[in-house]
């Protein structure tokens, strides 16, 4: 799979590459998938989901950031419909979506009553605030939709005095859910 290439900043950094592959991954996202990427931003999850799913909504609540999510997407090849929709969720989701990704946490209780209404079978949520992810377990578990919970830690080596050393990226929990949760 190539690389996604984001050319446009949308001044809010995009979903962490391994983090990105790990979340698509936990969706488990087929060529006949509609897929919500809720908060898309640089549309760097959008992009990615595009190459595996068939039909991608990304929804972004502010205008530039929904541009720049446009502009990266015309940088980069997919085969899905994706469709792009300005609003603040939980308006604009879709009534028939298989899976979810949410990049954000603003209104995500909101837009977890909408999945469990719609009947989504997959959710993702990517949160880097201990506080939030505190909630967002808990909103999870009150929907019976908790699978899993991950803390996910990445560091990059780089040289330094001829040898190898790591610089740590923030480390971001990774909340999976499933109609009927697991846990």
Same mark, same amino acid.
């Given at each position: 799979? *190539?690389?996604? #290439? @984001?050319?446009?900043?949308?001044? #809010?950094?995009?979903? !962490? *590459?391994?983090?990105?592959? &790990? /979340?698509?991954? !936990?969706?488990? @996202?087929? *060529? /006949?998938?509609?897929?919500?990427?809720?908060?898309?931003?640089?549309? #760097?999850?959008?992009?990615? #989901?595009?190459? =595996?799913?068939? =039909?991608?909504?990304?929804?972004? =609540?502010?205008?530039?950031?929904?541009?720049?999510?446009?502009?990266? @997407?015309?940088?980069?090849?997919?085969?899905?419909?994706?469709?792009?929709?300005?609003?603040?969720?939980?308006?604009?989701? *879709?009534?028939?979506?298989?899976?979810?990704?949410?990049?954000? /946490?603003?209104?995500?209780?909101?837009?977890?009553? %909408?999945?469990?209404?719609?009947?989504?079978?997959?959710?993702? &949520?990517?949160?880097? =605030?201990?506080?939030?992810?505190?909630?967002?377990?808990?909103?999870?578990?009150?929907?019976? +939709? +908790? /699978?899993?919970?991950?803390?996910?830690?990445?560091? %990059?080596?780089?040289?330094?005095?001829?040898?190898?050393?790591?610089?740590?990226?923030?480390?971001?929990?990774?909340?999976?859910?499933?109609?009927?949760?697991?846990?």
């Amino acid at each position: 799979m *190539p690389q996604v #290439a @984001l050319p446009h900043d949308a001044k #809010a950094g995009p979903t !962490k *590459p391994e983090i990105r592959a &790990m /979340s698509i991954e !936990k969706l488990a @996202l087929g *060529p /006949s998938d509609h897929v919500v990427d809720v908060g898309s931003c640089t549309g #760097a999850v959008t992009i990615e #989901a595009a190459r =595996r799913a068939g =039909r991608v909504t990304a929804i972004e =609540r502010k205008p530039d950031r929904l541009d720049v999510t446009r502009k990266n @997407l015309a940088a980069n090849d997919y085969d899905a419909e994706v469709s792009l929709r300005e609003a603040e969720a939980p308006a604009g989701l *879709p009534d028939d979506a298989d899976a979810m990704f949410l990049g954000g /946490s603003r209104n995500f209780t909101d837009v977890l009553d %909408h999945a469990v209404e719609t009947g989504v079978d997959q959710l993702v &949520m990517n949160v880097s =605030r201990v506080e939030v992810a505190g909630e967002a377990i808990e909103a999870f578990r009150e929907r019976d +939709l +908790l /699978s899993e919970v991950l803390q996910v830690q990445v560091n %990059h080596g780089y040289e330094l005095a001829g040898a190898t050393s790591f610089k740590a990226d923030n480390p971001v929990y990774v909340l999976v859910g499933a109609r009927g949760g697991d846990e």
